[in-house]
């Protein structure tokens, strides 16, 4: 399976932008990063993906390095509700449909 | 906004006992699937059903889970004879695949599943 490699946790200050790191040496030009975030036990919910350039939506913004071997999900002004367990995933290429979860990281936002 | 919904949010059964999970995918979606995590654990991939058929499954989807889609809008999930290592949140997703590799998930709340 492709691995992603995060940092098991962070802290971040409410009101201030959270920047979560994500290293995929191993993707692959056709796949997709994507992050979800799990707050406390519910159903992951899914945040951003994006191919090769940087993406924007409501919720958070996501940058891919040139060479892709690593993104960065940022959420501008965290605030309470963003504490959870953020995923960063890679689709598998060769038609797996899968999403592969590791352990995340377990994002803080503290008042 | 359309949403994924599963029920019974909490699921207590006797070890042996059958038990049926339910899920009500978003309406216009096409793919679904189910993943569970065990608690503390990783989310991980049970089974993926498209067209009446399961298209792909996990080493952890024996002959002891089935998959159906009884009518036009639910989605279920049968363990057979539970174990105790069933225990068990199990999420739902769907997907409206317009392109491969690229569709979205949208997961259920889930259905925590414990078995005594």
């Known amino acids: 399976d492709a691995k992603t490699t995060q940092p098991p946790s962070m802290d971040c200050a409410e009101g201030r932008a959270a920047n979560l790191p994500c290293n995929h040496s191993?993707?692959?030009?056709?796949?997709?990063v994507y992050w979800y975030r799990q707050i406390h036990s519910q159903g992951p919910q899914y945040i951003i993906h994006?191919?090769?350039n940087n993406e924007t939506n409501e919720m958070a913004s996501l940058i891919i390095t040139e060479d892709r071997k690593s993104s960065t999900l940022i959420l501008p002004h965290a605030t309470l509700r963003d504490t959870a367990v953020y995923y960063c995933?890679?689709?598998?290429?060769?038609?797996?449909?899968?999403?592969?979860f590791g352990k995340g990281t377990k994002l803080t936002v503290n008042p | 906004e359309p949403e994924v919904t599963q029920t019974p949010s909490h699921q207590v059964t006797q070890m042996g006992q059958e038990v049926i999970l339910r899920c009500v995918p978003i309406?216009?979606?096409?793919?679904f699937y189910w993943y569970r995590q065990i608690l503390g654990q990783k989310v991980e991939f049970l089974v993926s059903f498209y067209n009446n058929e399961i298209s792909e499954k996990s080493e952890i989807f024996d002959d002891q889970f089935s998959v159906e889609r009884p009518d036009g809008s639910n989605f279920t999930l049968k363990i057979r004879s539970t174990k105790l290592e069933d225990s068990a949140m199990y999420f739902c997703?769907?997907?409206?695949?317009?392109?491969?590799?690229?569709?979205?998930?949208?997961f259920g709340p889930g259905t925590r599943l414990t078995v005594l």
């Open positions: 997703a769907s997907s409206e695949r317009v392109v491969a590799y690229t569709d979205t998930q949208y």
């Open positions: 309406s216009n979606h096409l793919y």
């Open positions: 191993t993707i692959s030009g056709n796949e997709y």
């Open positions: 995933i890679h689709r598998i290429q060769g038609g797996s449909e899968k999403l592969v």
């Open positions: 994006g191919l090769k």
